[in-house]
């Protein structure tokens, strides 16, 4: 059994091959007995499970330098990660004569072929990192000449971070729409999409997980005043920020705004929840 892989259709995620079933002698006689010339031998020549070629008239003669019994060329599939171990029989039942060194009857050669994989998807990873910075995409390509389409998801929101790029390294800056995701919560997980193309022809979409999280910067802006309220002790001082001892009466006042799309749920002083 040969075979010659001719050509392959990335875009197709095939491969066109030829397949040939041969016979010859091994023993040393090549003119004597092993053939039949009545065209009444039966060939059958099976490629990826499927009968690509069949006869039941066929002569057989395996002096010299032997015999091609069956041919074949055509497109195969590979699998979806671009492997392939094709599966390959030959058949050929010889109805010899008596005076042949063959025996009557059938013979069998199968074997596989493992043809060379195809590229396919690239797969892609990610860091996580602050809402507001930067996070990495390294994207192993398949094949240098392929590009890729980055894609997002993040609770609600979806977008695109790159089209068609040929880099295999991105930047990113985590949006600060994400931050109204997050309403309760310091961090969220989101996933990266890429799609590989090759042209125009898309090969598949592979996935990784970021985590986008709330920094510090983000918490509330916060200050507190006490000052004076009591008119008369005021006027006697001439300074609100200023406190007589048993006299002056405290106003407590907090100023406070929330960052990173969040609202303020409660202000307290001293555990007395207050407006402000």
């Known amino acids: ?160 971070i790159a089209t068609k790029t040929s880099s295999a390294n991105v930047g990113w800056t985590l949006p600060t729409s994400f931050y109204a995701q997050m309403p309760t919560t310091a961090s969220k997980v989101g996933t990266i999409t890429c799609e590989t193309f090759n042209g125009e022809a898309s090969l598949g979409t592979t996935t990784c997980n970021f985590t986008a999280r709330v920094s510090v910067a983000t918490a509330p802006n916060v200050y507190g005043t006490v000052g004076d309220s009591n008119t008369t002790t005021v006027a006697l001082t001439g300074d609100s920020s200023k406190l007589i001892k048993f006299y002056s009466t405290a106003l407590a006042t907090i100023t406070a705004s929330a960052n990173a799309s969040a609202t303020l749920s409660q202000k307290q002083i001293n555990g007395i929840t207050v407006t402000g």
């Not at 030829?18 to 002698?25: C, E, Y």
């Not at 060194?101 to 396919?120: D, E, V, W």
Request: hydrophobic content about 30%; glycine content about 10%.
């Open 1 to 160: 059994m040969e075979w010659t892989v001719n050509s392959q259709s990335v875009e197709n995620n095939t491969s066109n091959v030829t397949v040939k079933l041969k016979i010859q002698r091994t023993d040393g006689y090549p003119s004597y007995g092993a053939y039949n010339n009545n065209a009444n031998n039966t060939i059958t020549l099976t490629v990826g499970g499927t009968q690509r070629y069949s006869t039941s008239t066929a002569k057989i003669d395996t002096r010299g330098s032997g015999q091609t019994l069956a041919t074949w060329t055509g497109d195969v599939g590979h699998n979806a990660d671009g492997t392939l171990n094709l599966a390959l029989q030959g058949y050929f039942y010889f109805n010899s004569s008596g005076a042949s060194s063959l025996s009557k009857g059938g013979y069998t050669i199968s074997t596989t072929a493992a043809i060379a994989t195809i590229p396919r998807k690239s797969s892609v990873s990610c860091t996580s990192g602050n809402v507001e910075e930067s996070v990495a995409i390294t994207i192993a390509k398949a094949n240098s000449a392929f590009t890729h389409t980055l894609t997002y998801s993040f609770g609600s929101l979806t977008g695109t």
